[in-house]
Structure formats: C-alpha cells, structure tokens
C-alpha cells in the first residue's frame, strides 16, 4: 500500500494570511503552489494546506485542531502568541472553568489549546490532535486506508495514530446531529499514491465512494461522505 496522509486542507477567503498564522504559531515553513499554501508535517506531525475559495463559506466544518501544552506557562504563551498572529477567542459554550482556551484563526477555524497534563494526548507532540465529527465507522475506515493503529476505540469515539507516534485523528459522534452525507464541507483530508487509481480502488472495497477522477487526482468521499483528494505523489 502506498497512501499517505500529505495534509487536512482547509478552505478559507485569503489562504496566504492563515498560512502565515499558522506558520507562526507551529513554527513551520510555508510552500505556496497550485494547490495551496501548505505547512508540512513529518513522520509524526500532520502536514496543514490552506486553499483560497471564494465559497469557503458554503458548507460545515466538520473537525477543528488540538495543541498541546507542556506547562501552564506554555499553554499562556501559545494564547498569546495566536493572539498576535491574527487569533481570537472562541465562545462554543465551554464555560468559564475549562481548563483548556478555544481559539479561532484568522479563517475562522477552531483550535483548542489544551491544558498540560492531558494523558490522552500525551507525547503526540505540539500539534496534537485533528478532531472530527464522525460515526465509529468511519473511524475504522481510516484506520484501514491508513494502515494506522485503532489507539481509542470507546463509545462513540476512535482515534488513530501512526505507528511512529504523533498527531491522533479522532471521530467523535457523542450528541451530534445526523450527519449529512450530501453537505459540502470546507475541510478534507488530502493524501499521495504512487497510483491514485488503484489505491481508489482499494479504498472503494474499504467503503469509499469515487466522486471524480482526473489524471492525477481522484475525488473521492469516505464512508460518512467526508470529502477526500487522492493525488499522485
């Protein structure tokens, strides 16, 4: 198998200002191109792509990002740093003694910053987490097209991990709504094949669905209808 996990893309009104935020706050280079300003990730940390649209409004966001905190002092000093780079806080009903700061980038997306001494994120490095909306199910679907590890498997959420440690990428359907297999979402998940057909094929047998092929890029949705992209790389 030879899919990997490049980016989680987001659509927003100026790509270039929240790359630039981004950057700032996971002191990571940006790589501008055809397909966006990406951030890349390692073996370990996942790669961010930021896409101007003019419809990046239309449709739901579907997960939001989780940073991780050494210390009381580090968690302040990555508020105020967000702060800084364009960042605002972030009322989603937490409550006045969360322990962890909701914030939104400067494209309205959500981050958590969460408090130290969290064991669940423990040792996944800064940038901790992508958590999603999602059914059980889909959670077992990426572990498979992934080739990554099931690291929670509890009621209504999953998570998995590479085998290298890292960012976890979770799903969570605890009193959520329905989701909606037909609503555009502003977020997906962007991953390179050295064979994009035939690694489309393989995740068509896993519970995906082909929305559109190209040359070099097949569309394509998982099986909860989150979008996804399959490049050539």
Not at 54 to 67: A, D, P
Not at 97 to 118: F, K, R, S
Not at 124 to 133: A, N
Request: charged share 25%; aromatic share 6%; proline share 5%.
């Amino acid at each position: 198998m030879g899919l990997r996990l490049e980016a989680v893309a987001f659509e927003v009104a100026d790509a270039t200002a929240v790359a630039a935020f981004w950057a700032g706050l996971l002191d990571r280079e940006v790589r501008t191109g055809p397909t966006g300003a990406l951030l890349p990730g390692d073996s370990t940390q996942v790669g961010l792509r930021f896409v101007s649209s003019e419809t990046w409004q239309v449709g739901r966001r579907r997960l939001h990002l989780h940073l991780t905190s050494s210390s009381i002092e580090h968690q302040r000093r990555t508020v105020e740093t967000s702060l800084r780079l364009g960042g605002r806080h972030l009322d989603v009903g937490q409550g006045p003694d969360a322990e962890y700061v909701v914030m939104a980038d400067p494209g309205g997306n959500e981050l958590c910053v969460i408090d130290p001494g969290n064991s669940y994120l423990a040792g996944t490095g800064y940038l901790g987490e992508v958590t999603c909306d999602g059914s059980r199910d889909v959670g077992l679907f990426w572990r498979d097209a992934l080739d990554w590890p099931l690291v929670w498997d509890m009621g209504a959420q999953t998570a998995v991990q590479s085998p290298l440690g890292g960012t976890k990428i979770s799903w969570d359907s605890w009193g959520a709504p329905p989701i909606d297999s037909r609503a555009r979402s502003r977020q997906h998940f962007d991953l390179v094949s050295p064979d994009p057909t035939g690694e489309a094929e393989r995740l068509v047998s896993l519970g995906a669905t082909l929305r559109a092929r190209s040359a070099d890029r097949v569309e394509m949705a998982d099986p909860d209808g989150n979008e996804f992209i399959v490049r050539a790389g």
